[in-house]
Every structure is written in C-alpha cells, then in structure tokens.
C-alpha cells in the first residue's frame, strides 16, 4: 500500500486560493491515476480531478475553469490548485491513487478545506 501524506489546505475567504500537495511514499510505477476527491459534512465523497501519469485530466463540473490538478511524476507529487474559492468547497479533501491492476485506491488522509463567505 502507498502512503499519501497531503498538506496545504486550511482556512481561505470566498474568491481566494489554496494549493493542495500530496506526496506519495515510493514511486509509482505503471500506468496510474491519482488525484483528489471531497467530502463535506452530511455528503457523499465526490471526485473533484483526477490526472493519468500520462497527463490527462479530468474535473467535476463545479471545478472546471477553477481548479487545476497538475502532477509531478519525478517527485511522486500531485497537486490541485484551487482559485476562486467558494463557500460550497469547503470539506476535507482526500488525496488517492489508483495503481496499475490495484481494484482499490489508495488514500491520503484527507486536509480540511474551509471557504468563508
């Protein structure tokens, strides 16, 4: 199992920005996925972006235009950076990876994201 360690969440006013990190512990080798999913109080965890270690990107509705999911293959990193923060995006964000013939994820455990209105 690969550890995820995530940083860079915490407190932001509505409009601002956050950049979120997650590192995992030893390379990952093969085709994968990783990226971040969300889940606020009372609500089912829900995929916000996700990128292939080939690059491609895919995002929730809510985040397109907003948020940028980027990664760092040498360094074992993705990233999700997050402008014009809104109140709805607060939850605790949770970092995953989804290795080559893995049919489970691997999780982070999970940074809090708090938007102020």
């Known amino acids: 199992q690969v550890q995820l360690v995530e940083s860079g969440g915490g407190l932001v006013q509505a409009g601002g920005s956050l950049r979120l990190s997650c590192a995992a512990s030893e390379r990952i080798f093969g085709f994968n996925v990783m990226g971040w999913f969300r889940q606020a109080p009372g609500t089912q965890r829900e995929l916000v972006a996700s990128i292939t270690s080939d690059g491609i990107t895919n995002y929730v509705d809510s985040a397109k235009g907003r948020f940028i999911i980027s990664r760092d293959n040498a360094k074992n990193t993705v990233y999700l950076q997050m402008n014009s923060l809104k109140p709805e995006d607060t939850a605790v964000y949770y970092c995953?990876?989804?290795?080559?013939?893995?049919?489970?994820?691997?999780w982070g455990q999970g940074t809090q994201v708090t938007v102020s209105s």
């Open positions: 995953y990876v989804r290795r080559q013939f893995a049919t489970i994820n691997d």
